[in-house]
């Protein structure tokens, strides 16, 4: 092996160190003189422009300032313009009273609001004539159907019942409306045993979707009034049959013929006839009146009381009932031997004696 070749080493050249370049004083100062210097902005220029950018900002604050302010006035004028009023109106109603038990009244509103769009609601009022809100506009109010009174009373709805009311635009915002002055919408009460199915059906509808606040309640005053209704049919076919009786009684104790009618008193009632008979003069008619198998007196018709033969001041005497409308004289006549009782009856008959 050739050990000389692999000891053998080659150097490397020598590089002589780089000695760091010492600067010449008065070269570099010579040098930076010789540079363009930076012209610097003038303060007096910074202090204007920050005037400006500030005068600017101030400037753009204070009208956004003015036109957030204008927004906020147009905001309020208009929700003021758009605000709800409550309106009170004017009620009459005999026995309605929703502080005791009455339902509220339904009302349907209709007109047109201030932007120009109709409105067609439907408001329940109370017995104070409040439970309406509108904003600004003009309207007409009717009532829709009868409520129940405290009673349980319902109400005829006139024909052309309500108020036309307008709401201004100088009215202050959320103010109340007092509209009383615009006429009255007055009910009448119903007699109960006129009241219809249809009636007493819109009164329930109404009364069950707002006019009471418990649809219960509702429910119990149709119920009263069906109660109320039924008993007073019940008392009107009493009434009716005791006034049939009543005629069939007058009817009983009443003689009628075509010269003159009379009553007899009650008493007699099942116990009296009329026998007519040939007069006692000639030409003349005679109605023999019989208490059972007495007759305790007779009219005679056609005749005068001059022409009778009897002597008016006897115990049976005569009396005048003066003359039928076609000029026949009436007379009554007594009989004898009367009791005080008699003569009483008699005197019943004649006070309703009348000639025809």
Known sequence: MNT???????AAPEVPAQIPAQDNPDTTEEQDQNKPRKQGIPRSAIVAV??????????GGAFLWWRAEQDRIAQEAYDAAHSLHAVTISVSASGWDTTNG??????????????GNEVDDTAFVDSAGTGISLMQGTYRIEPISSP??????????????????????DVEAEAPVDATEA???????????????????????????????????????????????EEAARAEEERKAAEEAARQAEAARTFDCEYFSFKVPESWVGNF?????????????????????????????????????????LEGGVTSLGTTSSGLGLSAIRSNDLTEEDMADIAECMSTFTAK
């Open 50 to 59: 920050v005037i400006l950018v500030t005068a600017a900002l101030a400037g």
């Open 183 to 229: 006429g009255t919408i007055a009910l009448e009460p119903l007699e109960v045993s006129a009241i219809t199915d249809e009636q007493l059906q819109a009164a329930y509808d109404q009364a069950s979707g707002g006019g009471y606040d418990d649809p219960d309640a509702a429910t119990e005053a149709r119920d009263s009034v069906v109660a109320a209704r």
């Open 102 to 115: 009455a339902s509220r009244l339904p009302v349907s509103v209709k007109g047109t609001d201030l932007d």
């Open 148 to 169: 129940f009174g405290s009673n349980c009373e319902l109400y005829a709805i006139p024909e052309g019942a309500g108020i036309d009311i307008e709401i201004s635009d």
């Open 273 to 313: 006839t009329v026998q007519v008979m040939d007069g006692l003069t000639p030409g003349t008619i005679t109605y023999k009146v019989m208490r059972g198998i007495r007759s305790p007196f007779m009219i005679d018709v056609g005749g005068s009381i001059e022409d009778l033969p009897y002597d008016p001041t």
């Open 4 to 10: 000389e070749g692999a000891a053998e080493q080659v």
